[in-house]
T-cell receptor, first 114, second 114 residues
Framework: GESVGLHLPTLSVQEGDNSIINCAYSNSASDYFIWYKQESGKGPQFIIDIRSNMDKRQGQRVTVLLNKTVKHLSLQIAATQPGDSAVYFC?????????????FGKGTKLSVIP | DGGITQSPKYLFRKEGQNVTLSCEQNLNHDAMYWYRQDPGQGLRLIYYSQIVNDFQKGDIAEGYSVSREKKESFPLTVTSAQKNPTAFYLCASMEKFRGNQPQHFGDGTRLSIL
């Protein structure tokens, strides 16, 4: 299987429980953040994004929280299902003059126990 | 369906050989990217292209080359100068080269050394 999840922090949750995945970002000037889900053997899939002028955004079963004071981002998944098992990682964007820099976190592996 | 197609899914390289990874998108996106993913690591940027006939080096461009002759295509060549090519390679695209929108990914090519 896909080895991208090796040596990553792992979160194990019971099916039906809520999951919270955390991410500490590095640049206080970053103004746009994204959460991705990566299943075994596949490319990352966009889940939800948030801009720095917001502190919360909700999607279908997912919520992203942004705390700029401590440079922390979290992804909450409600009623976690077996299909949610994957590696989740955040990305931050810093925009400079005429360009931008996108930095990806290493990820957290979510395992859902049926 | 609109999306990003990477081929082949698996590729093997012999010593001293150059290999080319294909990336095609039918999303009409301007910007395209190549990343390398190693186990337990965040994505690292190899090359990117803001628009057709333009490309720029990323953080780990040594041993790689690209071209962008058509808007929909951004092939990556892994040359014999890349001494540690074994990794999962991901291609991504974005509608415009700006930092407030997500990148969309293909399903990757896994490259191994024979």
């Amino acid at each position: 299987g896909e080895s991208v999840g090796l040596h990553l922090p792992t979160l194990s949750v019971q099916e039906g429980d809520n999951s919270i995945i955390n991410c500490a970002y590095s640049n206080s000037a970053s103004d746009y953040f994204i959460w991705y889900k990566q299943e075994s053997g596949k490319g990352p899939q966009f889940i939800i994004d948030i801009r720095s002028n917001m502190d919360k955004r909700q999607g279908q079963r997912v919520t992203v929280l942004l705390n700029k004071t401590v440079k922390h981002l979290s992804l909450q998944i409600a009623a976690t299902q077996p299909g949610d098992s994957a590696v989740y990682f955040c990305a931050e964007t810093y925009r400079g003059a005429g360009s931008y820099q996108l930095t990806f976190g290493k990820g957290t592996k979510l395992s859902v126990i049926p | 369906d609109g999306g990003i197609t990477q081929s082949p899914k698996y590729l093997f390289r012999k010593e001293g050989q150059n290999v080319t990874l294909s990336c095609e998108q039918n999303l009409n996106h301007d910007a395209m990217y190549w990343y390398r993913q190693d186990p337990g690591q965040g994505l690292r940027l190899i090359y990117y292209s803001q628009i057709v006939n333009d490309f720029q080096k990323g953080d780990i461009a040594e041993g790689y080359s690209v071209s962008r002759e058509k808007k929909e295509s951004f092939p990556l060549t892994v040359t014999s100068a890349q001494k540690n090519p074994t990794a999962f390679y991901l291609c991504a695209s974005m509608e415009k080269f700006r930092g407030n929108q997500p990148q969309h990914f293909g399903d990757g090519t896994r490259l191994s050394i024979l």
